[in-house]
């Protein structure tokens, strides 16, 4: 299995970045996909999640109405659309699958695969 995320940069305050994630080796089309993210010096938390067949997703209050989390299962492919971009948003930004129920989507532990990481930069 493969997690490749790629989209990530470095964009001023107010700007948007388009994350994208593409699958491999798995069955794309059952997995729930999730986006986490890292600061330098902070713990990994949650950022969004959509379910397999899109019919909910999840934010964390920090970005929600800002952040669009979107898949194409054709694709194999998650996306994280991120608007009006703050400083605070900077951070490793990470793509996650998980392939069977294990409770709350905002939880890092229930995802069995992780991609590598992207960074995103705001510049105020």
């Known amino acids: 299995v493969q997690l490749q995320a790629f989209g990530g940069g470095l964009v001023q305050a107010g700007g948007s970045l388009r994350l994208s994630c593409a699958a491999s080796?798995?069955?794309?089309?059952?997995?729930?996909m999730g986006w986490f993210r890292q600061a330098s010096g902070k713990t990994r938390e949650f950022v969004a999640a959509?379910?397999?067949?899109?019919?909910?997703?999840y934010y964390a209050d920090s970005v929600k109405g800002r952040f669009t989390i979107s898949r194409d299962n054709d694709k194999n492919t998650v996306y994280l659309q991120m608007n009006s971009l703050k400083p605070e948003d900077t951070a490793v930004y990470y793509c996650?699958?998980?392939?069977?129920?294990?409770?709350?989507?905002?939880?890092?532990?229930?995802?069995?695969?992780w991609g590598q990481g992207t960074l995103v930069t705001v510049s105020s």
């Open positions: 996650a699958a998980r392939t069977y129920y294990s409770g709350s989507y905002r939880n890092s532990g229930g995802y069995n695969y």
């Open positions: 080796g798995m069955n794309f089309a059952i997995a729930a």
């Open positions: 959509i379910t397999w067949s899109s019919i909910s997703t």
